[in-house]
């Protein structure tokens, strides 16, 4: 069992930055891909960014290439996704994910575990 707890999420008006953390407890942290996930109010929980067991091979959906970037800690149990460049359109609640696997994937179903969720709201 892995538990999985978000922080960082907030209002930010666009064009500024935050910094999501989540910390992951239970099973050895190194053996899962990570992922960050964000759902709209009324739109489907969408894949944003995802990491392999190692940090050493990412991916992140098209619209936010180029301004965030996932990042995890094994040592700490961290992982943090910074938002930079933040758009009206990033507004959603944030969910951390785990896979059962080195290897994330886009697929919400490939996820194992999921956080409770942090608050995103980017004003204009």
């Known amino acids: 069992q892995v538990q999985l707890v978000e922080s960082g999420g907030g209002l930010v008006q666009a064009g500024g930055s935050l910094r999501l953390s989540c910390a992951a407890s239970?099973?050895?942290?190194?053996?899962?891909?990570m992922g960050w996930f964000r759902q709209a109010p009324g739109k489907e929980r969408e894949f944003v960014a995802g990491?392999?067991?190692?940090?050493?091979?990412?991916s992140y959906v098209d619209s936010v290439k180029g301004r965030f970037t996932i990042s995890r800690d094994n040592a700490k149990n961290t992982v943090v996704l910074q938002m930079n460049t933040l758009k009206p359109e990033d507004t959603a609640v944030y969910y951390c994910?785990?896979?059962?696997?080195?290897?994330?994937?886009?697929?919400?179903?490939?996820?194992?575990?999921w956080g409770q969720g942090t608050q995103v709201t980017v004003s204009s």
């Open positions: 239970g099973r050895t942290f190194s053996n899962y891909a």
């Open positions: 990491i392999n067991w190692t940090g050493g091979s990412t």
């Open positions: 994910a785990a896979y059962s696997s080195v290897w994330y994937r886009r697929d919400r179903g490939a996820v194992d575990y």
